[in-house]
């Protein structure tokens, strides 16, 4: 394909921002878009300690002839689980479009507010039968996931927009690395809660007594406290939000604004740029094509087809992990019999348990990502992070009964370890390569779908990965564990279809610059020539693979 219009050479206002050395404002850039992961992750991931304590309280005739506390319903849990993931994928593709069409800054807002307004509300009961508690419940779960979903794609653009190449990726994935605050947290502050209600509240053990052992009012409250401290995070940081300017690539590229968007950037970062409108009409004559278009699929088909399916693959796993946590627990003595704890006691050691995979297995590798993305590469953590978790899965799955019965602290390491090459793997680049390979005009709708694709592989694990697993019989967890080794499996295979971004500008990666870009069969420059012998990196494209992978 030719060179386009704009010459091949960049605009100044984003050739600054590519070479611009790292200032206090990316820190700060990287703690507002972190502190929405971080309440992201605590809102989706703190119904996890609190489910069964909601079996317990409305649900206690369930289990009354077998001499066990009450559960959800295998329907119920799974929209008390779900739900707040449907909602997700929904606002990540609204969001992300409107991203794209209005803005990144003006629809930024907009998601926390509905984040906190519906983390509070989830709290709250329309009326005190398990119907009225569940169906409220899950009502604001859903709206909480909506909101939820628009930070995924904003988060990511915004980030990657405001980035110089050399740590790009390093500043993506530590605003990703939030989530595995969030997580921790979210079993922090359940075990805070429940430990405190515990000390004031006593009560015998279900086996001792039933009825006492649900601890009423106590109990009830505590998971409605849970729920509505997800609302403060976001309520923090909500007026840094707002200050942020709107990025330079949107400004210029989309709006047309090379002035303001120097303007803009000069204000926040030390760097000096001079507009060029001029040469900014070229540039934008050269990227109109909409997603929609052939030369959109010439472009960047396959690359949107490998980062939709390596998230959704990847969230199978990774969602199925966290969201049966507390059906794996008991498997690795974290945890004993419900029947022999009361209900504030389960909570207490269903969120210690969850505190400490997450502090010892989940933390470690989202920042070891963020130590080495941008010296081993995208492509290189995904393949390896995806070949893992798949070996150790595999491992479980074949000697479940064995590792239950004789072997628990193996069987703890193996489980720590698939969370450790999660995040030291796909479940971090798979939110920073769409942020990356595509076009301004459409980065928000495309990390968007990509992100809503991965939100359909949760949807798979919370409504059927969690119907093998919600008894703990061991066949069935077995039978888990294999099948979430194979999705891993064929996420390795997928990867393929992603090159590696690592070192190259945006507009270099997307073509925008009047290079072929990541075409398909071609190199990001326009001929051999054109790449320097210093370049560190080759050539971006679809075929190519980091040097580590080649024969």
Known sequence: MAE????????????????????????????????????DAYDLFCISTVSKLLGRLYYEDVNATSGKPGTLPLNVNNMVIGVALVGTLMGQLVFGYFGDKLGRKRVYGITLVLMAACAIASGLSFGYTARAVIGTLCFFRFLLGFGIGGDYPLSATIMSEYANKKTRGAFIAAVFAMQGVGIIFAGLVSMIVSGILLHYHPAPSYKENPELSAQKPAADYMWRIVLMIGAFPALATFYWRMKMPETARYTAIIE????????????????????????LAKFRAANEYPLLSMEFAQRHGLHLIGTTTTWFLLDIAFYSQNLTQKDIFPAINLTGPPESMNALREVFVISRAMFLIALFGTFPGYWVTVALIDKMGRYLIQLLGFFMMSLFMLVMGIKYEYLKGNNHVLFAVLYALTFFFANFGPNSTTFVLPAELFPTRVRSTCHAISAASGKAGAIVAAYGVQRLTLKGDPKHMKEALILLSVTNMLGFFFTFLVPETMGRSLEEISGEDGNNGVIHGNTASTGPGDVSKDDKYPPASSEWQPPSMQA
């Open 256 to 279: 047309g604004n090379a002035k303001q968007a120097s303007n803009d950037m000069q204000k926040v970062l030390e760097i000096t740029i001079d507009d060029e409108q001029e040469k």
């Open 4 to 39: 386009n219009g704009a010459g091949g050479q960049n605009l100044a206002v984003l050739d600054a921002l590519d070479s611009a050395r790292t200032q206090m404002y990316h820190m700060k850039a990287i703690v507002i878009a972190g502190m929405g992961f971080f309440t």
